[in-house]
């Protein structure tokens, strides 16, 4: 039996225990029903005022059947509440034992810091994207919402170096610096990359004016809002079809089409290729819209002016390379595909 329908009982018995001796003084000493409800309750909670009225040779046999009664439903009740109490807590550290030990368990997962408004619509991306992740977040109320909704969340400091390696940063593929402030965003990337000095580090601007302290601070990509937003409002007053093909291919989630980074790997059957030959777009309905040549993109780690050596929309006789990382738009299930196609050989041997 739950312990909600264990407490139900045990309130509907206290409840039926106070109706009897009601009605039991009621019938048997003829007295009110709020005078049998006094009496009642002195009885059961062992107050011990005196009698309201004098109580005859069977009103005292039955005041001693109720106090009996008393004991039994209130020692059920006080039993329920205990155990609920203790298995609530019991729930609690096993829960967080297993909390920190899935945790322990990641490797190549994300590390988001913050949770606020921008935090929480990471979450919802990553979430759409399948990937692992683990979220550091300061405030207990939010963190708790998280953990109900079956998110990784360690309540704490990510500026605490204790905390990030409890998110098992070492073996994480990148961090998000998403805090509310600069300030503490630099904090986090100073103190990520000194943990991890090859993470992929992603932070966030809060003024525009943060971005240089940031890249200084070990941060791969500053991403502003106030920039980004900006840029996106004269996009859509200005070129509004391009601002609309923009927001379809990343912000529409009914529409199956997504953006997608794929590196090929060692012996993959795409090395050596050209692209017209490669098959990409006609067996896996995907479009390379530009390559990250090998050594731009083993540069990437160290590199935050990621567009540096980017080729846009290659042409169809460029040859492929081992290394090279492909950007590509297309289905879901046609860029799995493919990442798979890319990666074939290399996770085998």
Not at 54 to 81: D, E, H, K, Q
Not at 176 to 203: F, M, Q, W
Request: neutral net charge; aromatic residues 6%; hydrophobic residues 50%.
């Amino acid at each position: 039996m739950s312990y909600r329908a264990r407490l139900a009982y045990a309130i509907s018995a206290v409840a039926a225990a106070v109706l009897f001796g009601m009605a039991g003084y009621v019938l048997l000493e003829g007295w009110s029903w709020f005078d049998g409800l006094y009496m009642t309750i002195i009885t059961l909670a062992t107050i011990g005022y005196g009698e309201t009225h004098a109580l005859s040779p069977l009103g005292r046999a039955f005041t001693l059947v109720l106090i009996g009664v008393g004991v039994v439903v209130f020692g059920y009740l006080v039993t329920t509440l205990t155990q609920g109490l203790i298995e609530t807590e019991i729930a609690s550290v096993f829960g967080r034992r297993k909390l920190f030990k899935d945790i322990s368990q990641l490797k190549e997962h994300y590390v988001l810091c913050g949770a606020g408004r921008m935090g929480l619509r990471i979450i919802s991306e990553m979430e759409r994207k399948g990937v692992d992740f683990v979220i550091i977040e300061r405030d207990e109320a939010v963190a708790e919402r998280l953990l109900t909704k079956g998110h990784l969340v360690l309540i704490g400091d990510a500026t605490d170096e204790a905390v990030l390696k409890g998110a098992q940063i070492a073996s994480a593929k990148a961090l998000v610096a998403a805090a509310s402030n600069d300030a503490e965003n630099v904090y986090i990337v100073l103190t990520a990359r000194g943990l991890s000095p090859k993470l992929h580090i992603v932070a966030r601007a809060v003024e525009l004016s943060a971005e240089r302290q940031l890249i200084r601070a070990g941060a791969n990509k500053v991403v502003s809002p106030v920039l980004i937003g900006s840029h996106r409002m004269a996009q859509a007053a200005l070129a509004p079809a391009v601002a609309d093909f923009i927001e379809l291919t990343t912000m529409t989630e009914t529409l199956d089409l997504n953006f997608e980074q794929i590196r090929i790997g060692e012996g993959s059957p795409l090395d050596g290729k050209a692209l017209k030959d490669s098959g990409i777009r006609a067996e896996h309905n995907a479009m390379i819209v530009a390559i990250v040549p090998k050594s731009v993109a083993t540069a990437l780690a160290t590199v935050s002016d990621e567009h540096q050596g980017m080729l846009f929309n290659p042409p169809a006789d460029h040859v492929l390379q081992a290394g090279d990382m492909l950007i590509a738009i297309g289905t879901r299930s046609g860029l799995e595909a493919l990442s798979t196609i890319a990666r074939q050989k290399a996770a085998k041997s």
